[in-house]
């Protein structure tokens, strides 16, 4: 008898979590010895997956003058940013609370871009004083206020306009953001003029030229369209006496969720430094701002199941964990691997993997072939980026803890929020 899923010997890209005896680990801890020490929904993140995550970009640079700065929304918990802050990373940031959680784990803020659409004065003002390398712009508006808010402190602010390349990113609509019905960054069009107006406001200095066109980026295409067409601006903005010092391509790389085959931080720059080099620009410093293909395989979900209830038209596994922890699924149908920790055997049926949360939309995983009894735990794969990250209390429920393992060892990384967490601040009127 041969259970379909758990007969791979390894998770979709997550090779720091694999069976052994018929028990899933990460790193040499049993996930099942997790589950019942911290309970669950649980996060667990394996130290040594973020590092090869890192590897992968590091090793790919060599001697290149490249800055990546980790696009810590992906996931902001402290240990994982403690993790890229040694490793040598630098952040990017996407407001205030961000600038607070990268320099409570030590991140070096010369090190920071800050990115994002709608910077408040105070953010800005924490940002300068803190002095990060440079403030992604994303509209002229945004460009006085930031010389103003500068001129305010006595400094000038480091800036890059976020250009909006109309490239498209083939991703999913919600998580593409280069094609000009997006929200994000300067008409390639209008960029132009926009540094001209950087350039004339006292507070400013033009530093360099960013983008991010998308998550979750499986083909590489789409940053090379987007990059012919900054060439060209940066090309424009030298002939008019403006000269830049770094460019920034963003974030973006996919992961494997499933059967995706992303391209690796080599392929991408590789292409990249050719093309800056044959279009004169190779002394460019070169930001890129990872976040999923940092941490995304670098994480696992556990959840255990309360209930199985076999509808006419469906069965069900009702788990502990919900959208309020995992929103992706619920959000852009994405795909997360679900697995048993201790697979069993016998003829698996097909489930849907919902939470309790009282709505349609909170489910996990669809039509998986499980062989599951009530209480079994399961791992929720590719759970590193954009889970925890986007937890909510929905419901009213805690936000589940999160640990890291580390060979044998593991750390309570955030512990779980309890019910007077949640009704803290919270009165009513007299
Ligand atoms: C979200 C984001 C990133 C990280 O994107 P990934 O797809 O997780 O790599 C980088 N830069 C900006 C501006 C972002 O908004």
């Known amino acids: 008898m041969t259970a379909p899923f758990p007969a791979l010997p390894e998770l979709a890209g997550q090779p720091y979590f694999q069976y052994r005896n018929n028990v899933l680990y990460a790193e040499d801890v049993p996930l099942d010895h997790l589950a019942g020490q911290l309970g ?24 290149r003058p490249v800055l990546v700065c980790y696009g810590m929304k992906a996931n902001s918990t402290l240990a994982v940013l403690k993790e890229f802050a040694r490793l040598g990373a630098g952040f990017d940031i996407v407001s205030g609370g961000e600038l607070k959680r990268a320099l409570a784990a030590g991140a070096d803020s010369s090190k920071i871009v800050f990115s994002g659409v709608g910077k408040q004065a105070w953010e800005m003002r924490d940002a300068l004083a803190a002095q990060v390398k440079c403030f992604n712009v994303e509209s002229e508006a945004e460009l006085h206020r930031l010389s103003e808010v500068a001129l305010d402190l006595g400094v000038r602010a480091p800036v890059s306009l976020r250009v909006n390349p109309d490239v498209d990113a083939q991703t999913h609509p919600y998580i593409s953001t280069g094609l000009k019905e997006n929200k994000f960054g300067i008409a390639i069009e209008s960029a132009l003029d926009a540094y001209r107006v950087a350039q004339s406001l006292p507070g400013l200095d033009i530093v ?13 295409t789409p940053y090379f369209d987007a990059l012919e067409k900054l060439l060209d601006l940066i090309e424009k903005l030298d002939q008019t006496g403006i000269r830049i010092k770094h460019l920034d391509l963003g974030g973006g790389l996919g992961i494997r969720y499933t059967d995706e085959t992303p391209p690796s931080p080599k392929a991408l720059l590789d292409r990249v430094f050719e093309r800056l080099n044959a279009r004169g620009q190779g002394h460019l410093q070169l930001v890129l701002e990872p976040g999923r293909s940092l941490v995304g395989n670098a994480g696992v979900l556990l959840t255990t199941v309360q209930y199985l209830k ?91 803890a999160e640990a ?8 309570v990384v955030r512990q779980r929020e309890t019910l007077d967490d949640l009704l ?3 009165s009513t009127l007299p």
Not at 404 to 411: A, H, L, S
Request: hydrophobic share 40%; net charge negative; charged share 25%.
């Open 40 to 63: 669950t929904p649980l996060y667990v993140y394996s130290r040594a997956a973020l590092k090869a995550a890192w590897e992968t970009y590091r090793s790919a640079i060599g001697q």
């Open 208 to 220: 360099g030229v960013d983008c991010h066109i998308g998550s979750q980026l499986t083909d590489i």
């Open 310 to 400: 076999h509808a006419e038209a469906r069965n069900f596994a009702i788990v502990d964990a919900a959208m309020n922890d995992l929103l992706r699924p619920a959000l852009y149908e994405a795909f997360h691997g679900v697995r048993a920790l201790r697979p069993r055997a016998g003829k698996p049926t097909e489930y849907d993997i919902v939470g309790p949360v009282c709505e349609s939309a909170d489910w996990l995983a669809r039509q998986r072939l499980l062989t599951l009894e009530q209480g079994d735990v399961l791992a929720v794969e590719s759970a590193g980026a954009y889970s925890m990250a986007m937890a909510s209390n929905y419901n009213t429920r805690t936000r589940a």
């Open 404 to 411: 890291m393992v580390d060979g044998d060892k593991y750390y």
């Open 424 to 426: 803290r601040g919270e």
